[in-house]
């Protein structure tokens, strides 16, 4: 079973695209963004979940980058 929270590459505004069960719920630029963006989603302690590859699955580039490399 494959984690419920995708974050995506980046897309071509340097941010990247959130995804909860396949739908997605926003852009982030950074921890922070995506913090606020899980706890409007209703995950709970969303800054514990952001390293549990059971809650968060980070593709397409490393995880809490937001920027080129």
Avoid: F, K
């Avoid at 897309?11 to 921890?31: A, H, K, M, Q, W």
């Avoid at 913090?35 to 593709?59: M, S, T």
């Amino acid at each position: 079973m494959s984690a419920p929270i995708v974050v995506h590459g980046l897309s071509p505004t340097r941010g990247r695209t959130v995804t909860i069960n396949d739908e997605i719920v926003g852009l982030v630029y950074d921890d922070q963004g995506l913090i606020e963006l899980l706890r409007r989603a209703g995950v709970y302690d969303a800054e514990q979940c952001l390293d549990d590859p059971q809650w968060i699955e980070w593709r397409g580039g490393r995880a809490h980058r937001y920027e080129p490399a």
